[in-house]
């Protein structure tokens, strides 16, 4: 049994990236950065807990990453520390941010040697250069730039964040609070990561693998009289049938969808949109697709190709598909040369033989973002 509990606050939104990810999902190697950290602090073995914030909607997929407690981050930075408290019950608690990568075990063993000193250790740089500030050159040597980890007396900690005011970090709410403060030297590693081209600098990190994810999907659907038909991403509107279904029935998309998330290990698409909620009645399969590509960008993925194979003895596929695969590419963001269609019957046999309906089979496949030039 371990004194010590870790929480990693990882469940930013980094918008500042641009490219649509969040930067701790960005991979090193294969790792998102944020496990990446974690595995830094959980290799030492001190830590009795280590309790990880994520964004509101990847706290499941994270779950599927590792064993440690995954709970969803706040609004403001002190409302996700809250509620990774809520689950720590040991008497001191390391608190870090994913954005300081390269925390090494030297900087972790000096904090926690200096647990005694005060109701927080933090860790700071000095600053080296002159500062002026409103005209007037100021003492350098009085400033210190705060870093996290810091550590902090777990049930003092909590008190202070019950505090109204916004605190940018633990120190600044336990001295608030009445608590004291004392300093450790950081270190040049444990900076603040503000662009993804940054990591590169930093010793722990390497560039994301370029290994190809592959996944596929498979779905039916019946036909229905009266229901427009939408099939790939277009309408058909001179046939007098559609598909039956809780959304508009594009059992193409559906599968293509499932072959997506299932490259990115992120489940399927009765999870991700189920068919008892009421919101996705009689949706627009296209806005399910879009939906899924914005997830899988925002969790450090690209799309490489698809290709689907429809299997279907009625409607005629053949002189659709070129508009389906420019239906598919635009809301892809894929060349054209990317997307492939190709349709087949069953010589008859089974229900798309007996026209009772059509089946999709779907792969797609996924690289990590390479981030190495943002
Ligand atoms: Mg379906």
Redesign the pocket.
């Known amino acids: 049994m371990s004194d010590l509990s870790l929480v990693l606050l990882a469940g930013g939104n980094s918008s500042r990236f641009g490219m649509g990810v969040r930067k701790q999902w960005l991979r090193i190697d294969q790792t998102p950065l944020w496990l990446h950290v974690a595995r830094t602090f959980e290799s030492m073995g001190i830590f009795e807990k280590i309790v990880i914030t994520a964004h509101p909607d990847d706290v499941l997929y994270a779950q599927n990453h590792t064993a440690h407690t995954v709970v969803a981050a706040g609004k403001e930075r002190q409302d996700s520390l809250k509620n990774a408290l809520s689950h720590i019950d040991t008497p001191y608690v390391m608190v870090s941010d994913v954005a300081r990568a390269c925390v090494t075990p030297a900087l972790i063993h000096r904090i926690i040697a200096a647990k005694e000193q005060a109701d927080c250790i933090v860790s700071f740089l000095p600053i080296w250069d002159t500062v002026v500030y409103d005209d007037a050159t100021i003492a350098r040597e009085k400033l210190k730039i705060i870093q996290t980890p810091q550590l902090s007396k777990t049930h003092i900690l909590k008190k202070a964040l019950q505090s109204e005011t916004i605190f940018t970090d633990d120190s600044s709410a336990i001295v608030a609070f009445g608590g004291t403060r004392a300093f450790v030297e950081g270190e040049e590693g444990a900076h603040k990561i503000t662009r993804a081209a940054d990591l590169l600098k930093l010793p722990c990190i390497t560039p994301p693998s370029n290994k190809v994810l592959v996944g596929n999907g498979y ?1 039916v ?1 019946a036909f229905q009289e009266g229901k427009p038909m939408v099939l790939g991403g277009i309408g058909m509107p001179l046939l007098p049938y559609g598909f039956k ?1 809780h959304s508009d ?1 594009d ?1 193409a998309i ?1 599968a293509l969808i499932d072959a997506i998330l299932g490259a990115a290990g992120m489940d399927d ?1 009765g999870t991700l949109f189920p068919d008892t909620d009421a919101a996705y009645a009689d949706i627009d399969s296209k806005k399910l697709l879009s939906h899924v590509m914005t997830r899988i960008t925002q969790v450090g993925f690209e799309l490489g190709n698809v290709d689907i194979t429809i299997v279907a003895q009625q409607p005629k596929i053949a002189p659709h598909k070129r508009d389906m695969r420019a239906s598919l590419s635009a809301l892809l963001s894929l060349p054209l040369e990317r997307v492939n269609v190709k349709a087949t019957t069953t010589e008859g046999l089974g229900f798309t033989g007996r026209k009772e309906g059509v089946a999709v089979i779907a792969t797609a496949t996924l690289y990590y973002t390479n981030w190495t030039h943002a």
Do not use: E, N, Q, S
Request: hydrophobic share 45%; no cysteine.
């Open positions: 779905d659907h279904a029935g059992v559906h698409i």
